[in-house]
């Protein structure tokens, strides 16, 4: 994968992907709510380094998305 993200034509594809995204992001203080049959997975335990790089303006990953994945991601670190 560092080897993908080396390759400036890869990235250029995978940030482009990300920016296509036809998600919409709600701001910060519109209400947002789970759907009612909504069931987080299960997920298992990561126990390999793990390297999370995150912009610090990112509207679609918002700081308080950090908040739980110290818990089951070991070890970590942000970038």
């Known amino acids: 994968m560092l080897r993908d993200w080396q390759n ?7 940030i482009n992907y990300y920016r296509a ?4 992001v ?3 203080d ?3 709510e789970l759907p009612a049959d ?3 997975p ?3 335990d990561l126990t390999i380094p793990t390297l ?3 912009a610090l303006d990112d509207l679609a990953l918002p700081k ?7 818990q089951v991601i070991d070890p970590r670190t942000l970038a």
């Not at 995204?21 to 919409?24: G, N, R, T």
């Not at 308080?64 to 110290?70: A, H, I, Y």
Request: no cysteine.
């Open 30 to 32: 519109e209400p947002f």
């Open 21 to 24: 995204s036809p998600m919409v």
């Open 8 to 14: 400036r034509d890869a990235a250029f594809g995978m």
């Open 52 to 54: 999370v790089i995150r």
């Open 26 to 28: 709600p701001t910060m």
């Open 38 to 40: 909504y069931s987080p």
């Open 42 to 44: 299960d997920l298992p």
């Open 64 to 70: 308080e998305t950090l908040e739980g994945p110290d």
